[in-house]
């Protein structure tokens, strides 16, 4: 297995199951919206550019996405493999993943997408909460918080993600389907793509996804 890129509209849990599935493969969870927020919290030239993509619900220019995350998966612990989390986001994304990867004589090992319908992401990406101090991801309705606004893993204070308000939810679903859909054919075309039931637990999603990696061939031949 070499790189793991995770499909599925924001909100399916691509972030939750990416971190589990880092865990039990051993190898690096690599975020681009995680690493787009850590640019901002540092208020790097890269961070502030990307902020007013971000806060409309937009995605960030492509070669701008593109340099950050190869730059990223060209570190040491990225040599085992890799879960790619919200990259690609777009078919020229892709393209320039691919060709990166060929050039250092990898590939995309398969294509997992996680399946939740319109009106559930809604529902889940508003009423999302995060913890300021661990990333732990909670949900008023699904997932509450046993003491509310504290982080049942290390007692941090739990935050709502600025993009997560209705408005801006809505701009990041109409921008998937625009954008990011067309990405299903493209990895289905090269017998990639494997559909999970995003609907299911957390821990059956999981097992979805362990046996859909596990089901592709290891190398890059
Ligand atoms: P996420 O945490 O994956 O939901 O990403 C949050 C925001 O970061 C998105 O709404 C985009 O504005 C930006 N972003 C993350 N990944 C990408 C990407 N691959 N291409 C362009 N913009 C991205």
């Not at 939750?16 to 599935?21: M, S």
């Not at 030239?45 to 340099?67: C, H, Y």
């Amino acid at each position: 297995m070499d790189f793991v890129v995770l499909l599925g509209p924001p909100g399916a849990g691509k972030g939750t199951q990416a971190k589990l599935l880092a865990q039990e493969l051993g190898i690096p969870h690599v975020s681009s919206g995680d690493l787009f927020r850590d640019n901002l919290a540092r208020k790097t030239e890269l961070g502030l550019l990307a902020k007013s993509f971000m806060d409309r619900g937009d995605l960030v220019p492509d070669d701008v996405t593109v340099r950050m995350v190869i730059d990223r998966i060209g570190h040491p612990d990225c040599e085992a493999g890799v879960i790619l989390d919200g990259f690609p986001r777009t078919l020229g994304q892709a393209v320039a993943l691919d060709d990166a990867l060929v050039a250092a004589g990898r590939c995309v090992s398969v294509a997992p997408l996680i399946q939740v319908p319109d009106d559930v992401l809604m529902d889940r990406l508003t009423a999302r909460r995060i913890c300021r101090q661990c990333g732990a991801v909670f949900n008023l309705v699904s997932n509450p918080p046993e003491v509310p606004g504290v982080c049942g893993e290390c007692q941090g204070e739990l935050y709502q993600r600025d993009d997560d308000n209705s408005e801006t939810v809505r701009n990041r679903l109409y921008t998937y389907y625009r954008d990011t859909a067309p990405l299903i054919g493209y990895y289905f075309a090269r017998k990639l793509l494997v559909e999970v039931d995003g609907q299911q637990s957390i821990d059956d999603v999981q097992t979805a996804l362990v046996a859909a990696v596990r089901s592709m061939p290891g190398d890059c031949q």
